[in-house]
């Protein structure tokens, strides 16, 4: 009998580990998404909210592993904190299920999105910096968040194209004989060398 106890012990204890399991995933997605109902949301933020979710607990898996230090794990834990918060400002104030794609960096990590990192104090929001990000503010969550969204492609091209039409206003005023002076199809080139064969 104490042999059959013994041999039962593993399909006994798999049941019960299954079922801690499960209380405790049930437990963690009822505590997750700080207490903000999702339901309100439609697919595409939900699926964001989702992204954001995952990237936490990818957080949580290394610090548990200690492959990373405690300052990584509280500016990235912060930095998804912050995404969240503004993810879901923009869409409560729009009414819309679009999230853009958003960015929130440290002074120290501008590099990581401009060629010549601007100074902070200077910036507005809605303000369009690199004609690639619209500046949504800064958010002090342990240290200050930088917030931007990055421009889709077709705002990129709007803003290159107001830019383009304003230098060609600029040196429309002086014309020096160079391609600005030139009407559409003319083209300027020099005589080839001939090269004997």
């Known amino acids: 009998m104490i042999r059959l106890i013994s041999l039962m012990r593993p399909f006994i204890a798999l049941p019960i580990l299954l079922l801690l399991s499960g209380v405790a ?3 963690r997605s009822a505590v997750s998404g700080d207490g903000n109902d999702t339901s309100e949301f439609g697919p595409v933020m939900r699926a964001y909210l989702g992204y954001l979710s995952n990237e936490q607990e990818v957080v949580d898996d290394r610090a548990s592993r200690r492959e990373i230090g405690a300052t ?3 500016r990235n834990s912060n930095r998804i904190r912050v995404l969240r918060q ?9 009414g819309n299920d679009y999230v853009p794609e958003l960015e929130a960096v440290t002074q120290d990590e501008f590099g990581t999105l401009f060629e010549k990192p ?3 104090s200077t910036f ?3 303000e369009i910096l690199a004609s690639k990000f619209r500046f949504l ?10 917030l931007f969204a990055r421009l889709d492609p077709y705002e990129q091209a709007e803003i290159m194209q107001r830019q383009g039409k304003d230098t060609a206003t600029l040196s429309a005023g002086s014309r020096t004989g160079g391609a600005e002076g030139q009407r559409l199809g003319q083209t300027t080139t020099r005589p080839r060398r001939a090269v004997p064969r």
């Open 137 to 146: 503010g800064a958010v002090h969550s342990g240290e200050v968040f930088y």
């Open 72 to 74: 990584y794990y509280r």
């Open 118 to 120: 601007p100074k902070p």
């Open 86 to 94: 503004m993810a879901i400002r923009l869409v409560r104030q729009s």
């Open 25 to 27: 995933i049930a437990q």
């Open 124 to 126: 507005r929001t809605n």
